[in-house]
């Protein structure tokens, strides 16, 4: 059962990872310094003295640039892929029971691509927020980003199930309007993200 948690955990740190790339690390290198989580063998310098600094001086930088308007839209691009590297690695991190390429296999499908779904989304909102409100609105959304990465992240270490079922809700809302952003695009019309 320790197992499954596992499991859960790294999905809710992955998807927290699709909001804020730092965030989540952070949470997960307090709460393995403190005790609450385990990390997997070669993954322990996450928990370290060195790591929570960084991580820490990162999410700073990081939410300090998401409220700066041309800067935001930037940060998306560069977030994309780092979102998945790091929704991989916290995974990876917390499952312990699995053999090695098992787990690497299932941080990066469920994780890498749960972070990047994620990530995809909030991408697309922020560039539509951009055109209709010309920036001004994005500080909203850059709050509501920060606050889905803190709460998911901390649910994920504290609450699995919970953090699972808000991320499956995230998941398919992401899904759903992608799918009918496909469809409009089909039938001639505009994005609809």
Same mark, same amino acid.
């Given at each position: ?11 809710? +740190?992955?998807?927290?990872?699709? &909001? !804020? ?6 949470a997960l290198s307090l ?11 070669? &993954?322990?310098?996450?928990? #370290? ?19 700066? %308007? ?10 994309? %892929? @780092? ?15 699995? %053999? $090695?390429?098992? !787990?690497?296999? &299932? ?5 890498? #691509? ?10 697309? +909102? !922020? ?11 994005? %500080? ?13 992240? @901390?649910?994920?270490? @504290?609450? $699995? ?8 809700? +995230?998941? @398919? ?12 695009? !089909? ?7």
């Amino acid at each position: 059962m320790e197992g499954i948690f596992a499991v859960i955990t790294g999905i809710g +740190l992955s998807a927290a990872c699709g &909001f !804020r790339v730092f965030v989540p690390l952070l949470a997960l290198s307090l709460a393995s310094r403190y005790g609450y989580l385990h990390l997997a063998p070669g &993954f322990d310098w996450i928990g #370290g003295s060195y790591a929570a600094m960084a991580f820490a001086s990162a999410t700073l930088l990081e939410i300090i640039a998401y409220y700066i %308007p041309w800067l935001d839209n930037a940060m998306d691009a560069i977030a994309s %892929p @780092v979102s998945v590297i790091a929704g991989t690695i916290a995974a990876a991190s917390v499952i312990t029971d699995l %053999p $090695p390429s098992v !787990r690497w296999i &299932f941080a990066l499908i469920a994780g890498g #691509g749960i972070a990047g779904i994620l990530q995809g989304t909030t991408t697309a +909102l !922020r560039a539509k927020s951009s055109l209709i409100t010309g920036g001004t609105g994005n %500080p909203f959304f850059s709050t509501a980003e920060l606050a889905g990465s803190v709460v998911i992240a @901390v649910l994920a270490i @504290v609450v $699995p199930i919970v953090s699972l079922v808000l991320v499956a809700s +995230l998941v @398919v809302f992401a899904l759903f309007k992608a799918g009918r952003s496909l469809s409009t695009k !089909r039938k001639g019309g505009s994005y609809g993200l």
